[in-house]
């Protein structure tokens, strides 16, 4: 019994939209969760994705996988929350706020009158303004209540760089830091391949990566969004292998560096808001915030982030 209980990962999410389900699916593939739990308000909806995911349990691990109710999320180590009004054609993460707080103050209230020792793991744009909601309406710790943040800007900001230069993205190590949408921040001075600085690596590498270049990259990806919704219609598949990342680093206890969204208290001199900087990511969710020496220009752009997030969060009400 002993060893069940120890080898036991009960996941719940929240919300079996196009993120939701495809978080689900990621997860039974990779094995990492032993019962996944899909909560909606659409249950029919809900049920159809829990019957789909089942006809393949004879090519996985085994798993438990069912539509459940705010009930089933007591004993989870992760519950994570994908549910929400989603991102429209021309619509900003931030245009989302104010009918996302209301939906979210409900949620987050139905979860912790069941379970308060879970990790919370906010997908829901904008994400680092629902994290902040998330914290301050749980009353939980500042470490048991995570956004994915800027983990997945972070992926986009290396795959651009590595098509650009012909490296393995796994290789190219850098990160996109504050609020996951328009005031992000690449932190170019800190990026690193092959154990060289950007700049040195230019100087060995045929192509060649000015301003206009690094611009170039970073517009990519901050639009990135922008540019995929006005295709299909919405981001799934990229969003979900990130928060599976996420959820690796939490039952395996990792002790893992990305780029969450948590809260801060003091960092760089900013406090009170829920921005994206190297974390460690642990069983408990947020272990301990790295320090990230910035340069003028990054750190003038991450106190603008900042400070606009803070702006939003002081009209909500919560």
């Known amino acids: 019994m002993a060893i ?21 699916y990621t997860l039974m593939i990779s094995g990492r969760a032993t019962e996944i739990v899909l909560i909606d308000i659409n249950k029919e909806k809900t049920e159809g994705e829990v019957m789909d995911l089942n006809h393949g349990m004879a090519f996985t691990d085994p798993a438990t996988i069912y539509a459940g109710d705010y009930n089933d999320c007591k004993d989870a180590d992760i519950i994570i929350i994908t549910a929400g009004a989603n991102q429209k054609p021309g619509e900003t993460r931030l245009d989302l706020v104010y009918k996302n707080t209301e939906i979210f103050k409900e949620i987050i209230g139905n979860i912790i009158s069941v379970e308060k020792n879970a990790v919370l793991l906010v997908v829901t744009n904008p994400v680092d303004i629902l994290t902040y909601v998330s914290l301050k309406v749980s009353g939980l710790s500042q470490n048991q209540v995570i956004g994915s943040g800027t983990v997945l800007d972070t992926a986009r900001f290396k795959y651009s760089i590595s098509s650009h230069c012909g490296i393995d993205p796994r290789n190219i190590h850098g990160y996109i830091i504050g609020e996951h949408g328009d005031t992000e921040v690449a932190v170019w001075s800190r990026l690193t391949i092959g154990g060289n600085n950007i700049e040195s690596f230019c100087e060995l590498c045929d192509h060649k990566c000015g301003k206009e270049t690094k611009k170039m990259i970073f517009q990519d990806v901050k639009n990135a969004a922008y540019e995929i919704i006005n295709r299909k219609g919405a981001t799934y598949y990229a969003v979900s292998l990130g928060v599976l990342r996420i959820v690796e680093a939490i039952l395996r206890n990792e002790s893992s560096i990305l780029t969450i969204s948590s809260y801060l208290d003091g960092y760089l001199g900013i406090d009170d808001v829920c921005l994206s900087v190297p974390t460690i990511v642990s069983r408990k969710g947020r272990a301990r915030i790295i320090p990230l020496t910035l340069n003028n220009d990054e750190f003038a752009a991450f106190k603008e982030s900042a400070e606009q997030i803070k702006n939003i969060i002081s009209k909500l009400n919560i």
């Open 4 to 24: 069940k209980s120890i080898m036991r990962n009960k996941v719940v999410i929240v919300g079996s939209g196009n993120v939701g389900a495809t978080t689900a």
